[in-house]
T-cell receptor, first 115, second 115 residues
Framework: AQSVTQLGSHVSVSEGALVLLRCNYS??????LFWYVQYPNQGLQLLLK??????LVKGINGFEAEFKKSETSFHLTKPSAHMSDAAEYFC?????????????FGTGTQLKVEL | DSGVTQTPKHLITATGQRVTLRCSPR?????VYWYQQSLDQGLQFLIQ???????AKGNILERFSAQQFPDLHSELNLSSLELGDSALYFC??????????????FGEGSRLTVL
């Protein structure tokens, strides 16, 4: 079974400050890890993904995440927050199980960006 | 615009009724996924189809069923509706069947309200 735990359901930062959203995973097989963003009244959009290879993954809108196997973590960061980053962010995990793709999401972190 | 089309966008119905949600995947995508998003359960994976065949199953109730048609569109049927079925239902699509074969593209969802 696979799961992800997102620490902090709400995170608030000032515009221009570092954004750090935490995600820890549990997986019995080598994991594929993802961060998705959901803006109000919209579907989810992929920010970045880790499959294999380089552990530091760069995504859209200046976000990046680092896969740390020893810590079972995949935290999302952005050096400088912008007002447009306010949204809900979901960490997700998947792995090869039975020929399908059961992408399991965390409970989400609502990011608020203040002036 | 993700290219995934869901209809209807909003649906209000009564307990005990049956509804059908429809999804057209992105052009070229063979996999279709259904997710349920609610405040208390978060994002729950329901089911995945790949080229007409069921590939992965999640927490889908027996009152719910889905299928993928030869033209690759999919329908999620919800029957004997209960108040707790009120949620946002997302459809997503991807090129392949497995977790490493491409990102999931999400539609904007169908909001179901059961009164």
């Amino acid at each position: 079974a696979q799961s992800v735990t997102q620490l902090g359901s709400h995170v608030s930062v000032s515009e221009g400050a570092l954004v750090l959203l935490r995600c820890n995973y549990s997986s019995s097989v080598p994991p594929y890890l993802f961060w998705y963003v959901q803006y109000p009244n919209q579907g989810l959009q992929l920010l970045l993904k880790y499959t294999t290879g380089a552990t530091l993954v760069k995504g859209i809108n200046g976000f990046e995440a680092e896969f740390k196997k020893s810590e079972t973590s995949f935290h999302l960061t952005k050096p400088s927050a912008h007002m447009s980053d306010a949204a809900e962010y979901f960490c997700a995990v998947s792995g090869f199980t039975g020929g399908g793709n059961k992408l399991t999401f965390g409970t989400g972190t609502q990011l608020k960006v203040e002036l | 615009d993700s290219g995934v089309t869901q209809t209807p966008k909003h649906l209000i119905t009564a307990t005990g009724q049956r509804v059908t949600l429809r999804c057209s995947p992105r052009s070229g995508d063979l996999s279709v996924y259904w997710y349920q998003q609610s405040l208390d359960q978060g994002l729950q994976f329901l089911i995945q189809y790949y080229n007409g065949e069921e590939r992965a199953k999640g927490n889908i109730l027996e009152r719910f069923s889905a299928q993928q048609f030869p033209d690759l569109h999919s329908e999620l049927n919800l029957s004997s509706l209960e108040l707790g079925d009120s949620a946002l239902y997302f459809c997503a699509s991807s090129i392949g069947a497995g977790p490493g074969t491409g990102e999931l593209f999400f539609g904007e969802g169908s909001r179901l309200t059961v009164l």
